[in-house]
């Protein structure tokens, strides 16, 4: 049974940090790419950070660079996101997707965790 668990959001003031965790159970860990989206109340939901499954590149939305990490531990099975000098803005609902590197196409997604930045 593939399971993608997040943990780790909460409330926090800004400019404070919250480090987000993505335990995966289910399928190769490392044959997977692995990101993290996130949806705020009436917008579509939007790309934040990926990372190939070997961890050897990554990649950001404008809105996030210099401020957030992704990183995975391939013996952990688990995707991080650190979270640094949050913004009111940054407060979403922030997803884990896995998607298979190599054919056949497999997509999977968490179940969601909250952030919210707020004073």
């Known amino acids: 049974q593939v399971q993608l668990v997040e943990s780790g959001g909460g409330l926090v003031q800004p400019g404070g940090s919250l480090r987000l965790a993505c335990a995966v159970s289910?399928?190769?860990?490392?044959?997977?790419?692995l990101s993290w989206y996130r949806q705020a109340p009436g917008k579509e939901r939007e790309l934040v950070a990926g990372?190939?499954?070997?961890?050897?590149?990554?990649n950001y939305a404008d809105f996030v660079k210099g401020r957030f990490t992704i990183s995975r531990d391939n013996v952990k099975n688990t995707v991080y996101l650190q979270m640094n000098n949050l913004k009111p803005e940054d407060t979403a609902v922030y997803y884990c997707?896995?998607?298979?590197?190599?054919?056949?196409?497999?997509?999977?997604w968490g179940q969601g965790t909250q952030v919210t930045v707020s004073s």
């Open positions: 997707n896995a998607k298979r590197r190599d054919p056949p196409e497999r997509v999977y």
């Open positions: 289910g399928f190769i860990f490392r044959w997977y790419d």
């Open positions: 990372i190939t499954s070997t961890g050897g590149a990554t």
